[in-house]
């Protein structure tokens, strides 16, 4: 083998190789973008996602319940997901709060309310909180965080990372209905008109902070447009490297 030949050699073997990490690159990434489109966190189902999110955010200051299939006070009734209640400690002991999680897109707002209203009834709870996928949210209900005849109704995105935290918004909106509707029996310490504007601001900052990330979301699906465009110039690359071989040999 020449020097000529060696060279020529190395060449080839590093430039497929060159081609062959490239490859991997897109393919990992490829994987990657279906999984976080098809999957919520590793396959779980909503409820599941919701059921995690809530006991991430509430740890040590609530016991939320999974409750979904257990049947409640309605008879052979289940409707009602999971059920948040306060530690005996807590002056919120005697008050509960239902959340019903709906990954179905067939599911209108109307349908939400009447079946959140259901939920509440059967578990005994005070107040409802409906969770709505972000893809399975009826158009009608715009806003992320809304309240409708003293419920919560909110949908989160499974693939953003800080989506919880619209659940405890909508958790520290219901103890603030609870403070509120407690009057003068609730103890002089507490300072509601602090409750709403924090419950306000982190409203805001969810907002916010969803935003950000809808922005980002756009910014990925510009990198995977750009890493499509790249098939076609790997192809050409791998074309020409094999040309160029059979040139040599």
Same mark, same amino acid.
């Given at each position: 083998?020449?020097? *000529?030949?060696? %060279?020529?050699?190395?060449?080839?073997?590093?430039?497929?190789? &060159? !081609?062959?990490?490239? $490859?991997?690159?897109?393919?990992?990434?490829?994987?990657?973008?279906?999984?976080?489109?098809?999957?919520?966190?590793s +396959?779980?189902?909503?409820?599941d996602?919701?059921?995690?999110?809530?006991?991430?955010?509430?740890?040590?200051?609530?016991? *939320?319940?999974d !409750?979904?299939?257990?049947? +409640? /006070?309605?008879?052979?009734?289940?409707?009602?997901?999971?059920?948040?209640?306060?530690? @005996? @400690?807590?002056?919120?002991?005697?008050?509960?709060? *239902?959340?019903? =999680?709906?990954?179905?897109?067939?599911?209108?707002?109307?349908?939400?309310?009447?079946?959140?209203?259901?939920?509440?009834?059967?578990?005994?709870? @005070?107040?409802?909180?409906?969770?709505?996928?972000?893809?399975?949210?009826?158009? #009608?209900?715009?806003?992320?965080? $809304?309240?409708?005849?003293?419920n919560?109704?909110?949908?989160?995105?499974?693939?953003?990372?800080?989506?919880?935290?619209?659940?405890?918004?909508? !958790?520290?909106?219901?103890?603030?209905?609870? =403070?509120?509707?407690?009057?003068?029996?609730?103890?002089?310490?507490?300072?509601?008109?602090?409750?709403?504007? %924090?419950?306000?601001?982190l *409203?805001?900052?969810? #907002?916010?902070?969803?935003?950000?990330?809808? /922005?980002?979301?756009? =910014?990925?699906?510009?990198? @995977?447009?750009?890493?499509?465009?790249? &098939?076609?110039?790997? #192809?050409?690359?791998?074309?020409?490297?094999?040309?160029l /071989?059979?040139?040599? =040999?």
């Amino acid at each position: 083998e020449t020097k *000529v030949q060696g %060279l020529q050699n190395w060449f080839l073997d590093s430039l497929s190789q &060159g !081609v062959e990490k490239i $490859t991997e690159s897109i393919a990992k990434n490829d994987a990657t973008n279906e999984i976080n489109c098809t999957t919520p966190r590793s +396959g779980q189902i909503f409820q599941d996602f919701v059921l995690d999110g809530l006991r991430n955010k509430l740890r040590g200051s609530c016991l *939320v319940e999974d !409750v979904s299939k257990t049947v +409640g /006070h309605i008879k052979n009734c289940k409707t009602g997901d999971h059920v948040i209640r306060f530690s @005996d @400690d807590s002056r919120f002991s005697s008050n509960s709060i *239902v959340v019903e =999680a709906k990954n179905n897109k067939t599911s209108s707002l109307k349908s939400a309310k009447e079946e959140l209203k259901k939920a509440i009834e059967n578990r005994a709870a @005070d107040v409802g909180i409906f969770v709505y996928s972000d893809e399975a949210a009826p158009s #009608e209900l715009s806003e992320r965080f $809304t309240e409708i005849d003293g419920n919560f109704f909110i949908k989160i995105d499974v693939n953003q990372s800080d989506s919880d935290l619209l659940l405890l918004v909508a !958790v520290m909106a219901a103890r603030t209905k609870f =403070a509120l509707t407690a009057g003068s029996s609730v103890n002089e310490t507490i300072d509601l008109q602090k409750i709403l504007r %924090l419950t306000d601001n982190l *409203v805001r900052e969810a #907002e916010n902070l969803l935003a950000i990330e809808a /922005h980002a979301k756009k =910014a990925q699906t510009s990198l @995977d447009s750009f890493l499509k465009k790249i &098939g076609p110039y790997r #192809e050409n690359l791998a074309e020409l490297a094999q040309e160029l /071989h059979d040139e040599f =040999a």
